[in-house]
């Protein structure tokens, strides 16, 4: 398989009519990277794919493949692989024309097109199926003549537009495994697009988390997830409870916060930050980093507020818990593994602890 | 007492079944297959005798090779104009593009054999534009003599079924097919060959055989073009000529039902084919058309001007006829009056009335059967649904000289109990013949409308505490309405103007439509004026129909005359 290709994206631009979808996008993805955009519909991340593949035409910025400009490249000479979101399969052709039908366009002769073909076929697990119209195949089988359309071409860049939207839970899970797999063995570029973050976090080796039109934060998926640099990324990927506040002692690894709420809050001092007193802080906490206890009950971590359970969903591996602290906000919490814990009911008092470790505070200006 | 609730509800339907099949036979099965009955026998036998004796004599065997020709030549005329309309108007994006798409559909709105005239003014012999050639060139073209000239009048009056039918599935081809085919290295002519224009073959291929049915079925543009080497005007001429007991009129119908079947069978299954355009049809929000400018907007705007100017010169024609006081031999008319709608209107209104007498009590009854039909069709739990179904859509391909020839034999020379007339004496079997003709249509209408309600919205009334009535009243005939009404209109606009069965079935002259009307005025020179008011006035109603349709319909210009 060729060298992988590396894809640089100069502050490109979009708008269709009033709408600006896509609103000057920097970056750089690496070669061999799985580099997803993930956000929220509307977000832009669909309209970035479409001007790499070539379909929509930036309206500033420019696009590099391997540091060449390729705004002007038809989307037909790009020869970049695309899988669309509904698979895009051509309903009058077999499942063998769908995946020779690239390489015929090539011009390539009719032995090697045959031989790549079966073996593009075999490589998604659908030797035998050849004869047969899209329409009588399964939706994952479908997904799978996709992938091996795109890829049988040998694409300099793997593009990759929610493709398993359209898959049922347990398809999603296993189809997922199979890109994984896929895409390490032939080490090719792949940009992918969801709105799913649990996908993106197992699949990537790089997200870029998207919101109107630009890009909010870079990362792999530890990152961004532990690390987030704003409140919407944190609230995007996952779910978080978020308190302000202000410093108000400093020590050698940690920083003392007051929230607006009264508490005192101990927090971990960020590597290479150097707060001062009175600077407010955005902290974020994980509903999972948080444990229930009751309110006589002794605990380690440095953290402890009182409050009342207000809502509980027991869901089999967790239970998920809303508890009202004094003030009246609401705190998620996220119980994992019940089995062996005690469950709260609701309007029962407790105590919510969390280690200084698990809190992330974000700078505010 | 459940049990004996279901079983009253299953009488009373089969007891409708029953009126309405016996309905059905009567007028459409019996009087096909009486004539497939005397075609078929020789003196009380079995036999293809009277086939292999129309296939022996040459004007009948030239008729149906120029009725196969006239099929094949407006087809492929037709594709010629439609397909690059419809390419344009739905794969492009620019000014005017929405007047391209009406002007397209307005050729439909003329009766074909209004057209017919009009083109004799402006391309006969003696028209506009060959007096326009004499007179620079010393020269001129035969554009409107024999078949050539039937062929031009058909192809300009039928094409829009192709190019509404071929736009409806070009429309429907997901563009995301077509970005793959880009994605895997194919673009412009290879793309649309092997990508786009199979996706959208079932709908074009529909709409061609639509245009080869109609063109076998139209019985008045060669009467009026003074051609009948072709076979409904033969039929005809075998039938009111020699009498209904001439063997060969038979024949050349069942011909004819054969052809219109073959055909409306293949275009069938070709539709159910263009399910496929849309089965991945996915909210992909991708634009199916691209602005255009510069050179192929000039390109794109040049073609249509051209095609629809032609298309249209037929409207203007009959226009400019009916103000003109005389008009032959000259480039335009010399002289203008008002006289022609005087005529109409005052002197002889009785076309106009007649037309619009018979074509709303025929709309009215049509759509009253067609919703009883589709109501059985959807909701009835009875035996014979198909079958009922299959006899209902007959009259698609039942060209009217033909259900006009079965009327003849079957209820000509029997007088009806109390009146001691024959059915075909009186103007109601001409209502009659609307109503059957339009069957299909208004059956169609009835069932989409019906069909949309699904039952668990009428569940919903009844679970909120409406009754019965009150839940038909409240929910299920307003939503009924508009399809009903379209479906109504739809067969009074096209009834208003059909003229192969009229011009058989016309017992006297003072029943006669405005159809007849126009064909009776365009025998002689001087009922060519009064002829073209008519002729406008059928354009009008047929228009403001038109408009009505897809005001109702709601779903752009045209959905009415899809397949």
Redesign the interface.
Known sequence: MNQATEVQLIDLKKSFGEVEAVKGVTLTIERGDFFTFLGPSGCGKTTILRMI???TRPDAGKILFDGEEVNEI????R????V?????????LSVFENVA??LK??GLPKSVIREKTIKALAMVDLEGMERRRP?ELSGGQQQRVALA??LV?EPRLLLLDEPLS?LDAKLRIQMRHELVRIQKNLKITTLYVTHDQEEALILSTRIAVMSKGKVLQIGTPKEIYENPKSQEVADFVGTSNFFLGKVVRIREDWIEMKTEEGFLIIARKEEGTNPIPGANFLLNIRPESIRLAYPNEGSLEENRIEGVVRTSAYLGSSVQYEVEIEGGKKVKVNVVNPRKKAIFEEGERVLLTFSAEDIVPIPLK | MWNKRFKEIDLSQSLIFLILFALLFIFILYPLIRILHVAFTEESHFSFAHFINFFERSLFKESFLNSLMAGLMAVFFGSLISLPLAFFTIKYDFKGKTLIQTLGVLPLVLPPYVGAVALQLILGRSGMLNLLLLKWFGTSIPFMEGLKGVILVQTLHYFPFIFLNASASLANVDPSLEEAAENMGAHGWNLFRKITLPLMMPGYVAGALLVFIKVIDDLATPLILNYTKMLAPQAYLRVTTIGIEDKAGYVICVIMVILSFLSLWAAMKFLSLSEYAMVQRGGTGIPISKRIDGIKLILVWAFSIFVLGISLLPHLGIFLLSFAKAWSFSILPRAYTLNHYIEIFYRSPHFVKNTLLYCLLSAGIGVLLGSFIAFLLIRGRIFGKGLLDAVAMMPLAIPGVVLATGYLRVFHGTPLPLIHQPLTSLWIILVIAYTARRLPYTLRASYAAIQQIHISLEEAALNLGANRRRTFFKITFPMMAGGLIAGGLLAFITSSVELSSTIMLVPRMEYGPLSYGIYIYMQSAVGRGPGAALGVVAILLVAFGTYLVNKVFAGGSGTAFKL
């Open positions: 593949a070539g379909f038809p989307p037909w000479k020869n970049v692989g695309m669309f979101q509904n698979y895009a399969l051509w309903p009058h039908f690239g366009e090539r329409s359309r795109t071409i359209n």
